[in-house]
Nanobody, 116 residues
Framework: QVQLVESGGGLVQPGGSLRLSCAAF????????MGWYRQTPGKERVMVAV???????AYLESVKGRFTISRDNTKNTVHLQMNSLKPEDTAVYYC??????????WGQGTQVTVSA
């Protein structure tokens, strides 16, 4: 079993920055991908940024150039640095971890609100 602990959400003004963090806990973790998704009411959860074990990354088109994903594999943590935030970035952000290529775990979600 894997437990994910998220932190870093909150309220920020447009143009501001936030940094999300997620730590994975469990025994004999074989993580091969970590990342972030987001969801707004009435809409599907969408991928924001993911990083595999070879530092390969993928980003949602609308966040490219503003968000940066990073990992610390020694601590099983993943971070999302979000700069130049826009009101449309407002959502609940979920940490996502893939283990053994076929098992997905989700964090509890952290609210990000971008508003003046």
């Amino acid at each position: 079993q894997v437990q994910l602990v998220e932190s870093g959400g909150g309220l920020v003004q447009p143009g501001g920055s936030l940094r999300l963090s997620c730590a994975a806990f469990g025994s004999s973790l074989r993580i091969n991908r970590m990342g972030w998704y987001r969801q707004t009411p009435g809409k599907e959860r969408v991928m924001v940024a993911v990083m595999n074990n070879y530092d390969g990354t993928a980003y949602l088109e609308s966040v490219k150039g503003r968000f940066t994903i990073s990992r610390d594999n020694t601590k099983n943590t993943v971070h999302l640095q979000m700069n130049s935030l826009k009101p449309e970035d407002t959502a609940v952000y979920y940490c996502n971890v893939r283990v053994d290529l076929d098992t997905i775990y989700w964090g509890q979600g952290t609210q990000v609100t971008v508003s003046a």
